[in-house]
């Protein structure tokens, strides 16, 4: 058991990795500033782990002193706060530091990362900076990092190997180049670093009992959870952004991996880090198998008995025909692969937005204090 730091954990894929840790019986501490993330995924994340009652709990519990000792718990703190990165870090202090930290938080819309530059390097990179300063200061030198394939651009190589030049074609890409070089530079600094960069492809779908899922604040950036909520009536059509791209069927072709494999492929990744000598783990997470936007839409409404509106627009400046993933290197070196198929991705995505119209909004018990634990068992 590993006492674990999920920055951003109460987003997307944070949320999912979250109940992955607890299932295997890590003890995790999640950081975060609910900007695009909620406290009730959490506590739908404690429920699902068997966790006893979630709750509010006082100002003197903020260390985490617990007798039996709680094993979750969230801060409400901004990762770029020295004094919240304390708090998440000294609260876990009593009865053992924090073993390793898996950094979700950050922003991740790429039209806006154009729009917005220095809001993306703030969070993205001054972020980094401080967690890892914070890091040192709590003698934790374990880090999973959140890349992504859009750090490989437009690039024609199909799949994709780890050794692909890295050519970032917006600030996302580039605020995510930026901090991959900085964890290697910060290995190469000092001995100990255990590091994994972990470029995700196209993490979709939600956990099979549709209980959490993803729930984006405002429009979707991406296309499955747009196409979820064309398909729940709260979007009119999907637009579909180029249909004379050179593939099979003219639209795009992206490699999507269902959240849990993703979710999984962390917890591994965990488990290498701590069972190695220090390293920094470069791997891509995907599942090697390239689906088009419209091949993506009929597994969709095959596999829940839908109809979806769609229409064909420009292409999106920025996006490339063909993005799919060699995933060989995580077989190697973790024994990791998906296991999930498209349809499955495509049940679990609607059992999720079918279940949860408006995502986690109204059923939300947003905290007011900035803790709120959840005990195993009470
Ligand atoms: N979803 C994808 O398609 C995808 C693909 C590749 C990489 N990634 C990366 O994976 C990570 C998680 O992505 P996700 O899809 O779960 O996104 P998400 O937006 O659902 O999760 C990110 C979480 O970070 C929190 N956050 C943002 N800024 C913060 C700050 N300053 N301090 C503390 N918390 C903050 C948000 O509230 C949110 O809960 C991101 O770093 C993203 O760039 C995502």
């Not at 709590?138 to 990092?145: D, N, P, S």
Request: proline fraction near 6%; charge should be negative; hydrophobic fraction near 35%.
């Amino acid at each position: 058991m590993t006492k674990v730091l999920l920055t951003g954990g109460a987003g997307f894929i944070g949320s999912h990795t979250c109940l992955a840790l607890l299932e295997s019986g890590h003890q995790v501490v999640v950081m975060d500033d609910f900007s695009n993330g909620s406290a009730e995924a959490l506590s739908r994340v404690a429920a699902l782990a068997g966790l006893g009652p979630w709750r509010q709990t006082s100002a003197e519990r903020w260390t985490g002193a617990e007798p039996e000792g709680s094993r979750l718990t969230l801060f409400r703190g901004d990762v770029r706060s020295p004094q919240d990165l304390d708090r998440a870090f000294g609260a876990a202090d009593v009865g053992g530091g924090i073993g390793a930290v898996l950094h979700f938080a950050g922003l991740k819309a790429v039209g806006e990362s154009m729009a917005q530059p220095l809001r993306y390097w703030d969070v993205n990179v001054t972020g980094t900076v401080r967690l890892l300063e914070a890091m040192g200061r709590h003698g934790c030198q374990t880090l999973v990092f959140s890349s992504s394939a859009t750090l490989y651009g437009t690039t024609e190589t199909v799949p994709i190997p780890e050794s692909a030049p890295l050519q970032p074609i917006n600030p996302y890409g580039y605020t995510k180049a930026a901090v991959e070089r900085m964890l290697t530079d910060m290995a190469g600094s000092a001995p100990g670093w255990r590091i994994a960069l972990l470029r995700y492809f196209n993490p979709v779908g939600a956990h099979p009992s549709g209980r959490i899922g993803e729930d984006p604040h405002g429009l979707p950036n991406n296309l499955f959870p747009f196409l979820c909520q064309v398909a729940g009536g709260r979007r009119r059509q999907l637009e579909v952004f180029g249909g004379d791209w050179p593939t099979g069927d003219g639209t795009g072709v992206r490699d999507y991996l269902h959240v849990m494999d993703l979710a999984e492929g962390h917890g591994r990744a965990l488990d290498v880090l701590l069972a190695e000598p220090p390293q920094v783990l470069t791997l891509n997470l995907g599942s090697g198998c390239g689906h088009s936007v419209l091949e993506l839409l009929q597994t969709f409404e095959a596999t829940n008995g839908l109809r979806l509106p769609y229409t064909v627009v420009e292409r999106r400046p920025g996006d490339s025909a063909v993005s799919i993933a060699d995933p060989g290197q995580a077989e190697r070196r973790m024994g990791w692969r998906t296991r999930r198929s498209l349809a499955d991705i495509c049940r679990d995505g609607w059992a999720w937005q079918s279940a949860n119209p408006q995502g986690y909004r109204g059923t939300e018990t947003q905290p007011t204090p900035e803790l709120i634990g959840a005990q195993n068992g009470s």
